[in-house]
């Protein structure tokens, strides 16, 4: 089945510093990808979305200089979540989808935590 | 906008009993995709089941099966003959046609019983 990997799946890191989280749909040509944040016991609140090639379309509230997104190929999507503090901390989930708009593949998620 | 309401927080289940999990939705849509995914502890999205809203027939997947009513705007899962893996969060998700993101419901937390 369709695999999409997500790195790093944990990163604890001080306040102030910039993490990148790396989503590559290993075996399907990804033309949209999702980022979703899920808060502990919570359901998952999609962050943006993006498509290959195009700037990302953000959610209401998602701040865009703070979640930096870029699809530059068609299996790799990064999230950059830029001078990160403590409220950043959170699960991160993104998720691929090929043109056919089959049922998104999600990526195993990344445990953010800044100290 | 569509919206998607699971309205049982918390639920439990003896093993190898059946449970029936809860979902309703509101959409102006008339085509579009319904679907069930289980979070485990090791919180991987897993697609347990899906639903085309044009087909009739409920969708089965194993010990899974959902029953669809258009009408009423109902999406319910049944799980049978329940087991200790199924102990896991329960997202029933909601997708226009075309390539629209999921939009998910609140979730119910399922505990499996020994």
């Known amino acids: 089945g369709a695999v999409v990997s997500q790195h790093p799946s944990w990163v604890i890191c001080k306040s102030g510093t910039s993490v990148k989280i790396e989503c590559r749909s290993l075996?399907?040509?990804?033309?949209?990808m999702f980022w979703y944040r899920q808060f502990p016991k919570q359901s998952l609140m999609l962050m943006a979305t993006?498509?290959?090639?195009?700037?990302?379309?953000?959610e209401q509230g998602v701040e865009k200089d703070k979640f930096l997104i870029n699809h530059a190929s068609l299996t790799l999507s990064t999230l950059t979540v830029t001078s990160a503090h403590p409220e950043d901390s959170s699960f991160y989930i993104c998720?691929?989808?090929?043109?056919?708009?089959?049922?998104?593949?999600f990526g195993d998620g990344t445990r953010l935590s800044i100290l | 906008a569509q919206t998607v309401t699971q309205s049982q927080p918390e639920m439990s289940v003896q093993e190898a009993e059946t449970v029936t999990l809860s979902c309703t939705y509101d959409?102006?849509?008339?085509?579009?995709?319904l679907f069930w995914y289980k979070q485990p502890p090791s919180r991987q999205m897993i697609l347990v089941i899906r639903q085309e809203a044009y087909k009739q027939q409920n969708a089965t997947e194993n010990r899974f099966s959902v029953n669809f009513q258009k009408a009423a705007k109902s999406f319910s899962l049944k799980i049978s003959d329940s087991q200790l893996g199924d102990t896991a969060m329960y997202f029933c998700?909601?997708?226009?046609?075309?390539?629209?993101?999921?939009?998910f419901g609140k979730g119910t937390r399922l505990s499996v019983i020994a």
């Open positions: 998700a909601f997708m226009k046609g075309g390539n629209t993101p999921l939009v």
């Open positions: 998720s691929a989808r090929d043109k056919s708009f089959q049922p998104q593949h």
């Open positions: 075996d399907f040509q990804a033309t949209t």
């Open positions: 959409t102006s849509e008339s085509n579009y995709y």
């Open positions: 993006s498509n290959e090639g195009s700037k990302a379309t953000y």
